[in-house]
């Protein structure tokens, strides 16, 4: 009975330190794709305040 226990703990050990892999890169993409959220109003923004105020090159 014991060797079967310790076979199941090593087991569940194996396979919790090869999932904390894949938590890693699931939580990575999820904050890079909130930060690309984020940074969409900024860019949009930008771009109209660019359209407004014109270019100062064709002016002078």
Request: net charge negative; glycine share 8%.
């Amino acid at each position: 009975m014991n060797s079967r226990l310790l076979s199941q703990s090593l087991i569940a050990l194996f396979l919790l330190i090869n999932l904390t892999g894949c938590v890693g890169t699931v939580i990575d993409a999820a904050v890079d794709t909130t930060i690309a959220i984020a940074k969409v109003p900024f860019k949009v923004g930008g771009a109209v305040v660019d359209v407004v105020k014109g270019d100062d090159e064709e002016e002078k």
